[in-house]
C-alpha cells in the first residue's frame, strides 16, 4: 500500500508564504516525477510543478518566480515553497508521484491553500 501524506496548508495572507510538503511511504519504488497539482472550486485540476528524477524542474507561468519545488529522493518527499501568495493561488493543492517501470500514479489526499484578507 501506498501513501503520500501531505502537510503545510492553511490560510495566509496575500504576499505571504507557505510551504508544502509530501511524503511517500509504502511499497513505492522507481519515483520518477513529483510534483503538486492544484484544483480551485470550478476548475480543472492544474499542474503546479513538477520535478523529475534529475533534478529537471516544470512550472505552470503562474507560479513561475514564486513557487519552488524540490525533492529528497532519499526519503521520497516533496515539497513546495509558495512566496508571494495572492488570492488566484487559493485551491486544493495535491501531491502527485509517477514511477517508472511499472509506470504508475499516486495522488495525496490534498491540503488546503487559502490566501485571503
Known amino acids: 500500500q501506498v501513501q503520500l501524506v501531505e502537510s503545510g496548508g492553511g490560510l495566509v495572507q496575500p504576499g505571504g508564504s507557505l510551504r508544502l510538503s509530501c511524503a511517500a511511504s509504502g511499497s513505492i519504488f522507481n519515483i520518477y516525477i513529483m510534483g503538486w497539482y492544484r484544483q480551485a472550486p470550478g476548475n480543472e485540476r492544474e499542474l503546479v510543478a513538477r520535478?523529475?528524477?534529475?533534478?529537471?524542474?516544470n512550472y505552470a507561468n503562474s507560479v513561475k518566480g514564486r513557487f519552488t519545488i524540490s525533492r529528497d529522493n532519499a526519503k521520497n518527499t516533496v515539497t513546495l515553497q509558495m512566496n508571494n501568495l495572492n488570492p488566484e493561488d487559493t485551491a486544493v493543492y495535491y501531491c502527485?508521484?509517477?514511477?517508472?517501470?511499472?509506470?504508475?500514479?499516486?495522488w495525496g489526499q490534498g491540503t488546503q491553500v487559502t490566501v485571503s484578507s
Open positions: 502527485n508521484v509517477i514511477t517508472a517501470s511499472p509506470s504508475l500514479r499516486y
Open positions: 520535478i523529475f528524477s534529475d533534478g529537471t524542474t
